[in-house]
């Protein structure tokens, strides 16, 4: 379908010359290839697709799919000549191609008639509210690998022996330790709870007065900001929570049928 998608956009520049000579309104089979009729349903069938992907349903295109349309048929009685329409892999690749049409089918239908609701949209907003609840923080740390090295640097941060940003120079964390330490806005669940305890427990512009240990080594943390958790709007993500809650709803549809179904 792809190189017959570039195909239409190739043909539809030189117009001016196929639109003249070559205008089908056809009404039942668009061409016969050796007595093989191809009915106009084929050709519908692509072009809807065409239309879908932002073609115009134009002669030229009309055309252009009528004469993939032809190769089409040309190459299937080539190949049913060799016998491979009776090949065992060929017809379970076939069978298999027909009950995709089938399911994508039925699936686009059942979407059509269970379509996502307002009051679906709006449930599934406010669980994406309440999962804002609480602060994000701007928080700094610098990592060292023992608790002498944490509680010296504690000290000399707080008699100004020594910048901030001189000392998280010497973080083990990598990627923090060329940025002053900082992790930028996170809540506390994006770390482990030894950090996020401490953290919370911080003023802005207060660092900890004792290291904080984890699995990771000893921590200095800076708590430079705090603010309340502000959810998208909802207009801003009505196209993408809907998709997912389609998706959702397909899902769990198909989870029935198969329930339903008995399987030996």
């Known amino acids: 379908m792809k190189a017959i998608s570039q195909r239409m956009i190739r043909l539809t520049v030189v117009s001016v010359f196929?639109?003249?000579?070559?205008?089908?309104?056809?009404?039942?089979?668009?061409?016969?290839?050796?007595?093989?009729?191809?009915?106009?349903s084929h050709l519908q069938a692509i072009l809807?697709?065409?239309?879908?992907?932002?073609?115009?349903?134009?002669?030229?295109?009309?055309?252009?799919?009528?004469e993939e349309l032809v190769r089409r048929v040309a190459i299937e009685q080539a190949a049913k000549k060799t016998g491979l329409d009776k090949d065992p892999k060929v017809q379970a690749?076939?069978?298999?191609?027909?009950?995709?049409?089938?399911?994508?089918?039925y699936l686009t239908q059942y979407m059509k008639d269970h379509p996502v609701t307002d009051a679906e949209l709006e449930a599934a907003y406010d669980k994406i509210?309440?999962?804002?609840?609480?602060?994000?923080?701007?928080?700094?740390?610098?990592?060292?690998?023992?608790?002498a090295e944490a509680k010296q640097a504690v000290a000399d941060l707080k008699s100004g022996k020594v910048k901030w940003e001189e000392l998280a120079k010497q973080s083990k964390d990598p990627g923090s330790r060329e940025k002053g330490g900082d992790l930028g806005w996170a809540t506390p669940e994006m770390f482990v709870k030894p950090f996020s305890d401490a953290m919370t427990q911080l003023k802005k512009g207060e660092m900890t007065e004792q290291p904080v240990k984890s699995e990771f080594g000893w921590h200095v943390i800076r708590?430079?900001?705090?603010?309340?958790?502000?959810?998208?709007?909802?207009?801003?993500?009505?196209e993408q929570?809907?998709?997912?809650?389609?998706?959702?709803?397909?899902?769990?549809?198909?989870?029935?049928?198969v329930a339903k179904a008995k399987v030996q």
């Open 241 to 257: 929570l809907t998709q997912q809650l389609q998706q959702q709803k397909m899902e769990r549809h198909i989870e029935e049928l």
């Open 48 to 66: 809807d697709k065409q239309i879908e992907q932002g073609q115009k349903d134009t002669p030229e295109l009309r055309e252009a799919i009528r």
């Open 93 to 105: 690749e076939m069978a298999l191609a027909k009950q995709g049409v089938l399911l994508r089918h």
């Open 18 to 40: 196929t639109g003249a000579f070559a205008l089908p309104l056809w009404a039942g089979d668009v061409a016969k290839v050796n007595g093989q009729a191809i009915p106009e």
């Open 129 to 147: 509210k309440k999962a804002f609840a609480g602060n994000e923080y701007h928080v700094r740390h610098i990592l060292f690998e023992n608790e």
């Open 223 to 238: 708590l430079d900001d705090v603010r309340p958790q502000t959810p998208p709007a909802l207009e801003s993500i009505r």
